[in-house]
């Protein structure tokens, strides 16, 4: 089904109906707890300052780095890395050898009792160092971020197998956001934080440009906070290994509370994001979980994934502008698909009963909230079976997959923008199920009517009925101003935006849906079905059109559709029309906007937030490090 | 790591280091980093060589439409005899079931017309006859009990000239008439559908007149059917379905070719897959095996701790290899873009950005000649480890190929094109340099810098040499690395046909791979 993803960009974010929910409160209490954690936060420093004043001489050096500025810190390091070559040591090796994950290493020895070291056992860890802090000249602690997780680093001059002038030396030259190999040994401080013990630490690769800080939960400052654990003797939790608060899918998202703000950074220089923002990286493993629940739900009822073209000679299967491009030896102009959906059925025709495709489609539209001119969609086909069946089935999987994913059924969801409370989505099964025409007719109190017979409704007067209303109920719709824009704007008024739950809208007239085949029972209709959640479109399903000839009949409409100037109208492919002649079994066929549907799953308002490398505008500026990028959470 | 070709960047990956590695799966050149090499005769993704067709691409190239599909058609039917449209079943038919007896009369049920457009017209009469007969030609749903694979299993032990039909015996199948006979009272259908080929026995006695009549003359081969019945193995030994209800689901409208032209139309096969697929179920074969493979990958790559990503097509500028892209307009940016030759600089984005295991399965676009092993756009897999080196790179690949042979084949070793490959582990590995010197005998690493004298020696091999070459290319290397690269590729290559790791690439054409820690500051 092309055009699973095409409509709804224009549903108004409005008001939901909940004045005060639970997440409301939740924010209330947080913000309280937040003022609380900051003063305190203060009288730990002003408890500092006083209690040791001349600790951080050693520490005064990591944080005249931190107020360099950046270009010069830059050539610092270059001048580093130059020496490093000069002195012909490799600073980049070749190899270092992990003998186990980070996340392995809290499984294994997270349950060590506090203060115990187990010296014997060699281990050697790699990752990036997100905090540096010394404590005199013979001791220094870091934090080792990798896969998510964090370990304590706690090098100890009596434990190098360096002598105390190199062990200083190696020690200076690691900095913030180097990535580091480690060996040593496991431990637990005495405060009860999982730790390596140094023997050796290795450079292995350089940053160098100056990261923004990084905070653990609230903006506490991690020095702060072992200070603070110094001087309360704070008992220390479970959670300690994670690198902030864990953000899981389903739950609503703080982006107020990131470390890395500046969105333009965040998308143009992804990697900083993941490296500051822990969430994100979750963000984008649930759309990896989104896609591999879909293909494993496809997979165990025997459909077969395939690849369609991605560049055509005509862009079918859905109705939006396409990209053009050129191909030189063939010396012929073709076009990004828009949609897989002709291709698709080209292989039920041949044969391949249970057929889907998990893939970009490509439309050059503008790009917003929704858009990005590159997207994932599935789409599936499926010989022998109905719109009731996907309806089904379109069930059975987002509700499995919402359930495996969040482990519940609802989900949070910052519907109204994030200044407001999230709203909650429930996608318990079965979903609500509105006719189009009668939902139309319902939803505007009886104020808008179609014909009884719905085979007039390509005829002149109800054209002229539909701008009436539009203009009555102030729905916009520019030109050209066809029956079927002007239905789609009011079914977007009236009936999207009663869909915050998944909702199924069904039964499109045949003159909305040119591949979709006519109602067994109703005229005028066809076997179609959207189903919208929070007011956008999701999914796109129908039984599929299989006779050639009202095939033909309804591209020819479509084209008369452009000619009155909607060039969003379908062209004619006669290779498919041709296929079809072949004869096209009886088929159902499916299409869902993964992009859309991980934004609900992630609490994310942007589709921008979903993909790891969002469309942008053109960038002259060169990519400055967003080196101050953290300073009003320090501050 | 990206797929290169000719002289290249990624091709080379020399002296390689950088822990990545890619495969494609399509219309493929070379495997690599390291390069891997297979096959001689052409050298071929694993993909394609699993499968044992040098096609696996689904829809190769285009479809160009200057000459309308439908009158080339027509010119195809008319340069060929007349009377081949509609005969129930071909010479090189596949299935020597259909025959049932070998009492097959020839084409007394032929449309007896040669042209396609006649049979159109004769069949969208059909149709028109059917709606005015109270029939929808075109069916909504068809709940099928079995495929005809489920059936040929369950019932594979029922004796000929017996009949099953007890209360579990009733079974609906589904899928389209591939032959057809029709006597006086009696006529045999053979169905073909996603699993296989099963005989519908159609006895006028169980069918309503209606029903029967239908049978005889609105139904033709093409059509999708729905059937209802028992099961009987007639006196010939062939399983059918003993039909009592029969309906269409599908009206075709144009005949099916009587005799596929297969190998020697590769043209049409590609222009209309579909065809071939009905024709050739092995067509649809080719196609379930790469699914196979590629869903093999991932779980292994999903068991080793990867995380699959997608990155963007559409790019500002095309990076990660050296290739010829796609320009395309983005209207509302006012922005050129191309289209992504390689995944390999975003990829390698992630790992600096802490996805320390990741992989993509993805197309990749390169504006070049299409030929047998080239396809415009084709898939590759690129995957990145942190942490790793080249040699655990050859180790993966190695695992990888080795899990798909067996999913797909159940075996390591293959016959491709009349050669014996054995897929056992381990292969060979050896660098660029040493295979080029087992192979010409000059060591051109003795050469030092001086390109000249590295030069002459090439020459001069190709001159004592039984092959002429065109030496053209070895003058114009730019450096030996060059050098070797193209000698590599004159004479090596070909050479190559059991998995061989070409490893350890000069520098000069691996922009993208670590230098070797051998020469690495020492």
């Given at each position: 089904m092309g055009g699973a993803t095409d409509d709804g960009a224009s549903a108004v974010m409005e008001g939901g109906?909940?004045?005060?929910s639970k997440n409301a409160l939740k924010k209330l209490e947080k913000a309280k707890k937040a003022a609380e954690e900051k003063r305190a936060k203060e009288e730990v420093k002003k408890a500092a300052a006083a209690a040791?004043?001349?600790?951080a001489v050693k520490a005064q050096q990591a944080e005249d780095d931190e107020d360099m500025d950046p270009t010069q810190y830059r050539n610092n390091r270059l001048r580093a890395l130059g020496e490093q070559k000069e002195k012909?040591?490799?600073?980049?090796?070749h190899k270092f050898h992990t003998s186990i994950s980070i996340p392995d290493y809290i499984k294994e020895?997270?349950?060590?009792?506090?203060?115990?070291?187990?010296?014997d056992k060699a281990v050697s860890v790699a990752g990036r160092v997100m905090s540096k802090r010394a404590s005199g000249g013979k001791l220094m602690f870091y934090d080792l971020h990798a896969d998510g997780l964090k370990i304590q680093v706690i090098a100890q001059s009596n434990y190098a197998s360096v002598s105390e002038e190199d062990f200083a030396k190696t020690h200076a030259s690691v900095k913030r956001g180097d990535i580091v190999g480690i060996n040593g040994f496991p431990g637990k401080s005495k405060k009860g934080e999982l730790s390596i013990f140094v023997k050796s630490i290795e450079l292995?690769?350089?940053?160098?440009h100056m990261l923004p800080k990084t905070y653990a939960?609230?903006?506490?400052?991690h020095a702060e906070k072992s200070l603070e654990k110094k001087l309360s003797e704070v008992a220390i939790d479970s959670?300690?290994?994670?690198?902030?608060?864990q953000w899981h899918p389903g739950a609503s998202r703080?982006?107020?509370?990131?470390?890395?703000?500046?969105q333009e950074t965040r998308y143009r220089q992804r990697y900083l994001d993941l490296m500051l923002n822990s969430d994100i990286r979750n963000v984008f493993k649930t759309r990896s979980q989104v896609i591999r629940y879909v293909r494993r739900f496809l997979d165990d009822r025997d459909f077969v994934e395939v690849e369609t073209p991605m560049m055509n000679m005509i862009a079918g299967g859905a109705a939006a502008k396409p990209f053009k491009t050129h191909h030189n030896d063939l010396n012929m102009d073709l076009f990004m698909r828009i949609a897989p959906e002709l291709y698709l059925k080209e292989l039920i025709v041949g044969g391949l009963d249970r057929v889907y495709e998990i893939g970009k489609q490509f439309r050059n539209e503008g790009i917003d909230?929704?858009?990005?001119?590159e997207f994932t969609t599935c789409e599936f086909y499926w010989a022998y079976a109905d719109y009731d069946d996907l309806m089904r089935v379109t069930e059975e999987m987002l509700s499995g997959m919402v359930k495996e994913i969040t482990g519940g059924y609802k989900i949070q969801y910052h519907s109204n923008g994030l200044d407001q409370p999230a709203i909650e989505i429930d996608f318990t099964p079965p979903f609500r199920r509105i006719d189009m025409i009668k939902g139309l007719e319902e939803y505007s109190e009886g104020k808008i009517k179609l014909p009884?017979?719905?085979?007039?409704?390509?005829?002149p007067e109800v054209n002229k009925y539909l701008i009436e209303a539009c203009e009555k109920f102030d729905v916009k719709c520019p030109p050209p101003q066809t029956t079927t824009r002007l239905l789609d704007k009011l079914v977007g008024h009236f009936?999207?935006?009663?869909?915050?739950n998944p909702t199924f809208i069904m039964h499109h007239p045949q003159i909305m849906s040119p591949l979709a085949k006519w109602h067994r029972s109703i005229p005028?209709?066809?076997?179609r079905f959207e189903l919208f959640v929070n007011k956008h479109e999701v999914c796109n399903a129908y039984t599929?059109?299989?006779d050639p000839v009202v095939q033909r009949e309804r591209f020819a409409d479509q084209v008369k559709d452009r000619e009155k100037g909607d060039d969003e109208a379908m062209a004619i492919d006669e290779n498919f029309c041709i296929a079809l002649e072949y004869g096209l079994p009886p088929t159902a066929g499916w299409g869902m906007g993964i992009d859309r549907f991980t934004m609900m799953l992630t609490d994310s308002q942007n589709i921008k937030e979903v993909l790891l490398f969002p469309a942008m505008k053109p960038?002259?500026?060169v990519i400055e490090p967003p080196?101050?990028?953290a300073d009003d959470v320090a501050s | 790591m990206a797929l290169g070709r000719h002289i290249c960047f990624a091709k080379s990956?020399?002296?390689?280091?950088?822990?990545s590695l890619s495969f494609l799966?399509?219309?493929?050149?070379f495997l690599q980093p390291p390069n891997l090499f297979f096959s001689h005769k052409s050298v071929k993704s694993p993909l394609a060589m699993l499968a044992r067709?040098?096609?696996?691409?689904?829809?190769?190239?285009f479809r160009r439409c200057e000459r309308s599909l439908l009158h080339s058609i027509r010119c195809n039917a008319s340069s060929s005899a007349p009377?081949?449209?509609?005969?129930?079943?071909?010479?090189?038919?596949?299935?020597?079931?259909?025959?049932?007896?070998?009492r097959r009369k020839k084409?007394?049920?032929?449309?007896?017309?040669?042209?396609r457009e006649d049979i159109r017209t004769l069949r969208l009469k059909k149709v028109e006859d059917l709606r005015a007969g109270g029939?929808?030609?075109?069916?909504?749903?068809w709940d099928r009990t079995h495929t005809a694979a489920e059936l040929q299993k369950q019932y594979v032990?029922?004796?000929?000239a017996t009949e099953a039909n007890e209360e579990k015996d009733h079974v609906a199948v589904a899928g389209r008439i591939i032959a057809r006979r029709v006597f006086g009272k009696l006529a045999f259908l053979t169905m073909r559908d996603d699993s296989g080929d099963i005989q519908l026995y159609c006895e006028k006695a169980k069918l309503t007149d209606e029903a029967f009549d239908q049978l005889k003359?609105?139904?033709?081969?093409?059509d999708f059917i729905g059937a209802k019945g028992t099961m009987k193995r007639t006196e010939k030994g062939e399983l059918s379905v003993l039909v009592g209800e029969l309906s269409i689901l599908t009206k075709s409208l144009l005949p099916l070719?009587?005799?596929?032209?297969?190998l020697t139309d590769v043209e049409k096969r590609y222009r209309q897959r579909y065809v071939d697929m009905i024709m050739n179920p092995d067509v649809a074969t080719v196609f379930r095996d790469r699914a196979k493979i590629i869903s093999e990958i991932r779980r292994h790559m999903e068991s080793l701790g990867y995380l699959e990503i997608e990155t963007p097509v559409l790019q500002g500028e095309a990076g990660g290899a050296d290739a010829r892209p796609f320009v395309t307009h983005h209207n509302a940016l006012g922005q050129d873009m191309y289209l992504r030759i390689a995944t390999e600089l975003h990829l390698k984005r992630m790992v600096v950005g802490g996805f320390e295991r990741v992989y993509e399965i993805g197309r990749i676009f390169r504006n070049e000649g299409i030929s047998t092993r080239h396809n415009p756009e084709f898939t590759s897999i690129e995957l990145y480890q942190a942490y790793a080196d080249y040699d655990d790179m050859m180790n993966l690949a190695e695992e990888i190929v080795e899990k798909c042979a067996l999913t797909v084949n159940g075996s390591l070793s293959l016959t491709y094109q009349g050669t014996e490959i054995s897929l056992q582990r381990p292969w060979k590995r050896a660098s660029m340099h040493s295979l080029v010197e087992e192979v010409t005998?000059?060591?051109?690493?003795?050469?030092?810098?001086?390109i000249e004298a590295a030069k002459n020696a090439a020459v001069s091999f190709f001159a004592g040499h039984i092959e002429r070459h065109d030496t053209g290319t070895i003058l114009k290397a730019p450096s030996i690395g060059h050098l070797v690269n193209e000698v590599f590729e004159m004479v090596v290559e070909k050479t190559l046909i059991q998995p061989t790791f070409v490893m350890d690439h000069p520098v000069e054409i691996s922009p993208l791979a670590k230098p070797h820690r051998r020469y690495a500051y020492q």
């Open positions: 109906p909940e004045p005060m040791a004043p001349k600790k012909m040591k490799n600073p980049y090796p020895f997270g349950s060590l009792a506090d203060g115990d070291h187990l010296e292995l690769s350089y940053c160098l939960k609230g903006g506490k400052d959670e300690d290994n994670k690198v902030a608060e703080n982006l107020d509370r990131y470390v890395l703000k500046d909230l929704t858009h990005n001119p009884e017979s719905l085979e007039l409704l390509e005829s009936i999207e935006e009663q869909c915050v005028g209709l066809t076997e599929e059109l299989n960038h002259e500026d080196v101050r990028a | 990956s020399a002296c390689l280091s950088s822990p799966s399509t219309a493929a050149h067709v040098s096609h696996v691409a689904r829809f190769p190239g009377q081949t449209s509609e005969k129930p079943e071909s010479k090189n038919s596949r299935n020597p079931r259909v025959s049932e007896g070998g084409s007394a049920e032929v449309d007896s017309t040669s042209s029939f929808e030609p075109y069916g909504y749903t032990d029922l004796p000929s003359t609105l139904m033709d081969i093409g070719p009587d005799k596929w032209h297969g005998g000059i060591n051109f690493a003795s050469f030092g810098d001086d």
